[in-house]
C-alpha cells in the first residue's frame, strides 16, 4: 500500500515506483487512484504492477493525491472486482480506500451494512466479489453527513473494525492513514520535498526518495493536505506487531518499530546455529528470504556459507501463489542446484519457514540428485501450527504440516538427514521486540484479537 499527497508532482508514477518496490506483499491486482481536489480517478487490474500500468494509464491519472495497492487475496475472490483502491460514495463526496491486513469482525460489520442501507454484501461474498475492504467502503458510505467530511466517518467507522487493517485513504481533498490499535501491518509516514508519502515498508519510501518520518502509531488516524499532517487517535495503542513480518514478508531492507528486518533474520541464524549445531561443509540458504539466517548460521557455526541455489527472481513467492497446482509447478521453476558448489557436500539448508512442506520436500530431493551427501534442513521459525487471521494466507490447519506431526515426522517427510527449528524464544529475542508488543499466533496459537471462527483454532491433536 502505498500514498501520497504531494502537489506538483506526478503522483501516480510516484506511487507506481511505490508500489513496484512493494510487489512482494502481493501480486495478484493492483491498483492506483488519484484526485485532483476535485474528482478522483481509479486504475485496476488483475496482474503485478508492471503489467497493469503502461505510460498511457498512469499518464491518464493525473492530480497531486494517489492511493495505491498491490494485492493478495485473503478474503474475497481474485475477481478483478475486488482489486483495490476501491471507490464508493460518501455523504460529502468520494472515498477511494487501499486495505493491507484482514478484519476479523467482516460478518459483524456486513450486518451493520445491512441495517443501515438492506443491502446484503454476504451474498456477494460467496460469489467471490467482495472484501473486507468494500465492507469498510460501504461503512463510511453510509455515515450520515457532517461538517467534518470524511474525518468524521472514518473516526466513527475506525473504532468498530476488529483485526489488522493498515488503510490508505482519500477524499477529493486530503490522504489519510490509520493504523489498527495492535498495528499487526507496518506503515511508516515519509517527507518528499514537496510533499508526503505513507507506505507499507520504509523501503517503499527509500524508492520514491522519500525521507522516513515515523510509524504510523498503533490506533492512530493522520489527515494530510495543505495544512500539512494532522493526527488523532481513535483508539488506545495495544501494539502486536506480526513476527512474520520480520521472518519472511517485509523486505530485508526495511525497518519495523525501529528494528531492521535484515537485522532480525542474522540473528535469528545465529540463534538457530546455536540451538541446532550440526557437523557439516557449507551452508546455503533457500534464495531469497533465507539468505540472511543463513549467513548468521555461517558466522555462528562457523561453517563456510555458500549460494548452492540459483532463483529465478521473475517467479512468485510460493505460498502466496493460490492455487496447489500453481504452488507446486512454482517450486519447479524458481529454484535451481548448482551442481559443482554443492556435489559430495554435507549441506546445512536454510530457510525462513515451513508451511505446507512442498518447497522443502522438492528442494531436498533436487540436492540428493545434484550430489549433495547429507541434507541437514534449518529453519529460522518454529513450526507453523495456527492459521493466520490477520492478512497472511496460511490456509487452514489441515493445510500446515506441522499440524499433526512431530518434527521427526516432518524430517522424514522431507527426506532430510536432519530437521531443526528455532525455538519461539529464540526467535523474539531475534527481533530485539518486547516479546508482549508482537503477535506470534501462527506459532504459539494465542491470538491478539479474537476472530469470527474459532473452529479453525480449536486444537485438533
Ligand atoms: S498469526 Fe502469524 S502471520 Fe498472522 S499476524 Fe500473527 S504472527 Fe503474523
Not at 488503510?167 to 515519509?190: K, N
Not at 529454484?335 to 519457514?353: T, W
Not at 494466507?393 to 512431530?406: K, P, Q, V, Y
Request: glycine share 10%.
Amino acid at each position: 500500500m502505498f500514498g501520497v499527497w504531494a502537489p506538483g508532482e506526478e503522483v501516480s508514477r510516484l506511487t507506481y515506483f511505490g508500489l513496484y518496490a512493494l510487489q512482494h506483499r502481493g501480486q495478484e491486482a493492483a491498483g492506483i487512484a488519484t484526485s485532483d481536489g476535485e474528482k478522483i480517478l481509479v486504475y485496476k487490474d488483475t496482474g503485478l504492477v508492471s503489467q497493469v500500468f503502461d505510460d498511457q494509464a498512469l499518464s491518464s491519472l493525473t492530480g497531486h493525491i494517489a492511493v495505491g495497492h498491490t494485492r493478495y487475496a485473503t478474503q474475497g475472490g481474485r475477481a478483478w472486482q475486488n482489486a483495490q483502491p476501491t471507490l464508493g460514495p460518501t455523504a460529502t463526496g468520494t472515498v477511494a480506500l487501499a486495505h493491507n491486513g484482514n478484519l476479523t469482525n467482516t460478518r459483524e460489520l456486513m450486518r451493520l451494512v445491512h441495517d443501515r442501507t438492506g443491502e446484503d454484501l454476504s451474498a456477494d461474498l460467496g460469489k467471490g466479489s467482495s472484501t473486507d475492504t468494500s465492507v469498510i467502503t460501504h461503512l463510511i458510505g453510509t455515515e450520515p453527513p457532517s461538517d467534518g467530511g470524511l474525518r468524521d466517518a472514518a473516526m466513527a467507522v475506525l473504532p468498530r473494525l476488529r483485526g489488522a487493517f493498515s488503510l490508505s485513504f482519500m477524499s477529493e481533498t486530503t490522504l489519510y492513514a490509520a493504523r489498527d490499535p495492535q498495528g499487526i501491518r507496518p506503515l511508516v509516514l515519509g517527507r518528499l520535498d514537496s510533499g508526503w508519502a505513507v507506505a507499507s515498508e520504509t523501503a517503499a519510501l527509500d524508492i520514491v526518495g522519500a525521507t522516513f518520518v515515523r510509524e504510523v502509531n498503533p490506533g492512530e488516524l493522520l489527515m494530510i493536505d495543505e495544512d500539512g499532517v494532522r493526527s488523532e487517535r481513535f483508539a488506545e495503542a495495544n501494539p502486536k506487531g506480526c513476527i512474520f513480518e520480520y521472518v519472511y514478508l517485509a523486505r530485508p531492507d526495511t525497518t519495523i518499530a525501529g528494528r531492521p528486518v535484515n537485522a532480525s533474520r542474522t540473528e535469528m541464524g545465529r540463534v538457530l546455529a546455536r540451538e541446532h549445531p550440526v557437523d557439516a561443509d557449507l551452508v546455503i540458504p533457500t534464495p531469497e528470504s533465507g539468505t540472511p539466517a543463513a549467513i548468521g548460521y555461517a558466522q555462528a557455526s562457523g561453517i563456510p556459507f555458500g549460494q548452492g541455489l540459483v532463483k529465478n527472481a521473475y517467479v512468485g513467492r510460493t505460498f502466496i501463489q493460490p492455487t496447489q497446482t500453481i504452488r507446486q509447478l512454482g517450486i519447479r521453476l524458481k529454484l535451481n542446484p548448482m551442481r559443482e558448489v554443492i556435489a559430495g557436500k554435507r549441506l546445512v539448508v536454510v530457510d525462513d519457514s515451513i508451511v505446507r512442506g512442498n518447497t522443502q520436500r522438492a528442494l531436498v530431493r533436487m540436492l540428493r540428485e545434484a550430489g549433495a551427501k547429507e541434507v541437514h534442513v534449518r529453519i529460522s521459525s518454529p513450526p507453523v501450527q495456527w492459521p493466520c487471521f490477520y492478512g497472511i494466507d496460511f490456509a487452514t490447519r489441515a493445510e500446515l504440516i506441522a499440524n499433526g506431526m512431530s518434527v521427526e515426522e516432518i524430517r522424514e517427510s522431507l527426506n532430510a538427514d536432519s530437521l531443526g527449528y528455532i525455538s519461539l524464544d529464540g526467535m523474539v529475542e531475534a527481533t530485539a521486540i518486547d516479546s508482549d508488543r508482537l503477535c506470534t499466533a501462527c506459532f504459539s496459537g494465542t491470538y491478539p484479537v479474537p476472530h469470527e471462527i474459532p473452529e479453525l483454532t480449536e486444537v485438533s491433536r
